[in-house]
């Protein structure tokens, strides 16, 4: 398989990551981004675990979506003695 910027992979030992769509490739690693919203890198040695998909498996993280964080309760403030 020929791996370029722009191609739809899976990798088969983390199919939990879902689809991924490659970023960028050099010599040594390739990123990728995958379905789960994790960007990972690759290392060449581990090329031969990626597999060619579906582009129309490929789910991008959408980029409307805000991410909204969980507000602490505050605490009541200690009492000084």
């Keep these: 398989m020929t791996i370029k910027v722009g191609s739809i992979v899976s990798h088969a030992g983390g199919l939990e990551w879902g689809v991924g769509k490659v970023l960028e490739v050099t010599a040594a690693k390739v990123t990728i981004h995958f379905s789960d919203g994790k960007d990972r890198k690759i290392a060449a040695s581990h090329y031969s675990a990626l597999q060619p998909a579906a582009a129309d498996c490929y789910v991008p993280p959408s980029a409307a979506a805000?991410?909204?964080?969980?507000?602490?309760?505050?605490?009541?403030?200690?009492?000084?003695?």
Excluded: E
């Design 66 to 81: 805000p991410v909204v964080k969980s507000l602490r309760s505050s605490k009541p403030a200690k009492k000084k003695k």
